[in-house]
């Protein structure tokens, strides 16, 4: 049986990918602040999941719950996704909050790539899949520290996928998953346009999994929004954002 571990799959993503796996045959760990939400996930799906609660800004706990989740799925795991994130608008720049954005998503995010990366050279195979953003693209004057915080994981993605070929055999993967809207709690902002389905996008992902491609756009239009991001003047963006 495969084996997987999902950061963050209390909702949103990490819950939608939770389903996929186990309709595809996975044993799967499952992680989250919220207890209660792990509780009702393992009365849903039984034996084929085990939990273990912890918050990504706390180093030993992070650290000891990977581990237990390891030994629970009988020492060897074939895919980690990292889908733990936060995000706020903050137009006024309120210190906490950029804080808590960059504790949870720079440090804490470090923090699971980095067990899961060495643990998997250890092991000698497996697949790292992590949600970064379309976000990480560019900067953005109402988030400025959620949007910063992808263009990191999207860098340090990188660097560990050139550092897949240190590990002998060609068996460890990285993906990067850049969504655009999603309709989770998290799609910041009013207005927002081109929003996916929870079920939708996380189907688009699933498939990038199974390719094991190197980094996708989700949904595919928003491979569109990426090219002009990357194209548009600062000078543009500042006038129309
Ligand atoms: N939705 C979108 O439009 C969108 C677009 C681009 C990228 N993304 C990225 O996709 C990822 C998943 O987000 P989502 O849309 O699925 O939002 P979500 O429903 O809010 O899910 C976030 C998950 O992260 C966990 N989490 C948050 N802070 C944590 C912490 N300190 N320690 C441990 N777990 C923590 C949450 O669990 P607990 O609350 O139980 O801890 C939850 O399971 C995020 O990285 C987000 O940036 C989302």
Request: proline share 2%.
């Amino acid at each position: 049986m495969q084996t997987a571990i999902i950061f963050g799959a209390t909702s949103g993503i990490g819950k939608g990918l939770l389903a996929l796996l186990i309709s595809h045959g996975y044993k799967v760990g499952v992680t989250g602040r919220r207890t209660e939400l792990l509780n009702q996930l393992k009365t849903t799906y039984g034996n084929r999941i085990e939990t273990s609660t912890h918050d990504v800004q706390e180093e030993a706990t992070s650290s000891k719950c990977f581990t237990n989740l390891i030994n629970a799925l009988g020492g060897s795991v074939d895919l980690v996704i990292h889908s733990s994130g936060i995000g706020y608008e903050n137009p006024t720049l309120d210190w906490n909050k950029e804080k808590d954005t960059l504790l949870t998503n720079v440090m804490g995010a470090t923090l699971i790539y980095n067990l899961v990366f060495r643990f998997f050279k250890s092991q000698g195979y497996g697949h790292l899949v992590a949600i970064s953003s379309i976000a990480s693209l560019r900067g953005n004057r109402s988030s400025p520290a959620y949007f910063a915080s992808k263009a990191f994981q999207v860098n340090y993605l990188e660097s560990l996928y050139f550092k897949t070929k240190e590990v002998p055999g060609n068996q460890v993967f990285v993906t990067d998953i850049r969504p655009g809207f999603i309709d989770t709690k998290m799609a910041l902002g009013d207005g927002i346009f081109w929003m996916a389905s929870t079920q939708k996008a996380c189907k688009q992902i699933f498939k990038a999994i199974q390719k094991k491609k190197r980094r996708v756009y989700i949904t595919k239009r928003w491979n569109l929004i990426a090219w002009v991001l990357k194209i548009v003047p600062s000078w543009l963006q500042r006038k129309v954002m």
